[in-house]
């Protein structure tokens, strides 16, 4: 991997903080666990903190417009670390779920920043041949720190469940650094020097006309969008049910569901993040996005044959081999989901791109987790987990369809092969 001196420079500071994310990173995995065994959060509360994240993301819409016509990306890095990340101290007094769930909204929140602020910076100061790759390498980097926390903060927690105000306390601090060193990246350009002052109307209002504007003129953005919005829904549909499975199906201690959720759902990106992302850089990413939501599919596949063995021990272990195939699709989808926005926004500024992406994710995220929860209450946990199986393959299907269909001379199928596909699947 040849790099400029500015690629360098950036990349040792991206490292350099992904170390801090990986401890903020790690209260993602497990801060529903933590409300569960520790605040004994009810099921449909377990719903509510599950869907913090994605409902959050639809804030990325007025984030996109924001930093489209921002003369600086660090003030809005020291903002989310000061508000977003360092009120976690907070943690120390909290007592009942519902503070706790304040907490959380804060956290997430301010979290829909750092994805668009993150393209912009790989979009600016990467090269295009670089960009897979270097993101791989520092989500390898986030993975290694938070497996390691994982591990650690599971045992102790096992040890004293109390401690866990301790432990997002020190996330926050973690987080507020991390935050400091992103901020202190200089864009190769003055980023959007050239563009007017933002109006507080236009904070509202644009955004939305933008965003239906690039869903509008770029239809490929557009149906690969589509694709992902129906991976999300069978994603979304399991996040209220796996910790109520872990905890309550399963009967899980801390240190059992950190190796499960913390560590071994994470150590496929720990190991092929880096792999993926020069495949990524090399490929469709719609073939690249379709491969890995038909390998995701396997996830709540082997979920659904580890209930049949509930109350063996060959349960849990069928269960941890679940989650490794969940960690070795992720080493892809991690990279398709925070960096494919590039490849579609060609020229174009790529925070409003990305923040459309995210701000979709946050869609299905206000229907989803609670759907997942009715047919768990109504048909059964093994239903969740059939569905999700077929929502993945559905959507693999159809993001293979968008490869076929993709004719830039850079991601150009042989046409004999693609004629023998299309004799198997008459796509048009």
């Given at each position: 991997?040849?790099?400029?001196?500015l690629e360098k420079k950036t990349f040792i500071a991206m490292m350099a903080a992904?170390?801090?994310?990986?401890?903020?990173?790690?209260?993602?995995?497990?801060?529903?666990?933590?409300?569960?065994?520790?605040?004994?959060?009810?099921?449909?509360?377990?719903?509510?903190?599950?869907?913090?994240?994605?409902?959050?993301?639809?804030?990325?819409?007025?984030?996109?417009?924001?930093?489209?016509?921002?003369?600086?990306?660090?003030?809005?890095?020291?903002?989310?670390?000061?508000?977003?990340?360092?009120?976690?101290?907070?943690?120390?007094?909290?007592?009942?779920?519902?503070?706790?769930?304040?907490?959380?909204?804060?956290?997430?929140?301010?979290?829909?920043?750092?994805?668009?602020?993150?393209?912009?910076?790989?979009?600016?100061?990467?090269?295009?041949?670089?960009?897979?790759?270097?993101?791989?390498?520092?989500?390898?980097?986030?993975?290694?720190?938070?497996?390691?926390?994982?591990?650690?903060?599971?045992?102790?927690?096992?040890?004293?469940?109390?401690?866990?105000?301790?432990?997002?306390?020190?996330?926050?601090?973690?987080?507020?650094?991390?935050?400091?060193?992103?901020?202190?990246?200089?864009?190769?350009?003055?980023?959007?020097?050239?563009?007017?002052?933002?109006?507080?109307?236009?904070?509202f209002y644009k955004p939305i006309v933008r965003y239906l504007e690039v869903l509008?003129?770029?239809?490929?953005?557009?149906?690969?969008?589509?694709?992902?919005?129906?991976?999300?829904?069978?994603?979304?549909?399991?996040?209220?049910?796996?910790?109520?499975?872990?905890?309550?199906?399963?009967?899980?201690?801390?240190?059992?569901?950190?190796?499960?959720?913390?560590?071994?759902?994470?150590?496929?990106?720990?190991?092929?993040?880096?792999?993926?992302?020069r495949l990524f850089d090399k490929k469709n990413p719609a073939l690249f996005t379709?491969?890995?939501?038909?390998?995701?599919?396997?996830?709540?596949?082997?979920?659904?044959?580890?209930?049949?063995?509930?109350?063996?021990?060959?349960?849990?272990?069928?269960?941890?081999?679940?989650?490794?195939?969940?960690?070795?699709?992720?080493?892809?989808?991690?990279?398709?989901?925070?960096?494919?926005?590039?490849?579609?926004?060609?020229?174009?500024?790529?925070?409003?791109?990305?923040?459309?992406?995210?701000?979709?994710?946050?869609?299905?995220?206000?229907?989803?987790?609670?759907?997942?929860?009715?047919?768990?209450?109504?048909?059964?946990?093994?239903?969740?987990?059939?569905?999700?199986?077929?929502?993945?393959?559905?959507?693999?299907?159809?993001?293979?369809?968008?490869?076929?269909?993709?004719?830039?001379?850079?991601?150009?199928?042989?046409?004999?092969?693609?004629?023998?596909?299309?004799?198997?699947?008459?796509?048009?």
């Amino acid at each position: 991997m040849k790099l400029t001196i500015l690629e360098k420079k950036t990349f040792i500071a991206m490292m350099a903080a992904s170390f801090f994310y990986g401890f903020v990173m790690t209260s993602f995995q497990v801060q529903d666990i933590i409300a569960k065994k520790a605040l004994h959060a009810l099921d449909w509360q377990i719903t509510i903190l599950v869907m913090l994240w994605p409902i959050s993301n639809i804030f990325s819409i007025w984030w996109g417009k924001i930093l489209e016509h921002s003369h600086s990306l660090a003030k809005y890095y020291i903002l989310t670390g000061i508000v977003g990340r360092l009120s976690l101290i907070i943690m120390l007094f909290v007592t009942d779920y519902y503070q706790y769930l304040g907490l959380m909204i804060l956290l997430f929140s301010f979290n829909a920043f750092i994805s668009p602020a993150q393209n912009a910076i790989l979009q600016n100061n990467i090269t295009p041949k670089n960009r897979g790759n270097i993101f791989g390498y520092t989500a390898s980097f986030i993975t290694l720190v938070s497996v390691i926390f994982s591990f650690v903060i599971g045992r102790i927690l096992d040890i004293n469940e109390n401690w866990f105000r301790y432990f997002f306390a020190i996330v926050g601090l973690f987080g507020l650094v991390h935050a400091i060193i992103m901020s202190r990246i200089q864009l190769k350009k003055n980023h959007n020097s050239d563009r007017a002052f933002i109006s507080f109307k236009h904070i509202f209002y644009k955004p939305i006309v933008r965003y239906l504007e690039v869903l509008k003129k770029n239809k490929e953005f557009a149906i690969f969008q589509r694709n992902f919005f129906i991976y999300g829904i069978a994603f979304m549909m399991l996040l209220p049910a796996i910790p109520i499975y872990l905890v309550e199906y399963l009967q899980m201690d801390y240190s059992q569901t950190f190796l499960a959720k913390g560590i071994l759902s994470q150590i496929g990106i720990l190991f092929l993040a880096p792999i993926a992302g020069r495949l990524f850089d090399k490929k469709n990413p719609a073939l690249f996005t379709s491969l890995t939501f038909l390998l995701l599919s396997l996830y709540p596949l082997i979920l659904m044959i580890s209930s049949f063995f509930i109350g063996t021990s060959s349960a849990n272990y069928i269960v941890y081999l679940a989650f490794f195939i969940y960690s070795l699709a992720m080493s892809g989808i991690v990279i398709s989901w925070n960096i494919s926005s590039i490849c579609f926004a060609g020229e174009e500024d790529v925070s409003m791109f990305q923040s459309v992406h995210v701000s979709l994710t946050g869609l299905r995220g206000v229907f989803a987790p609670f759907l997942g929860l009715v047919i768990m209450k109504v048909f059964g946990i093994r239903a969740v987990f059939i569905l999700a199986f077929g929502l993945f393959v559905f959507a693999s299907i159809l993001s293979f369809k968008l490869y076929l269909k993709m004719d830039d001379k850079k991601w150009k199928i042989p046409q004999l092969w693609k004629d023998n596909i299309r004799k198997i699947f008459p796509f048009n």
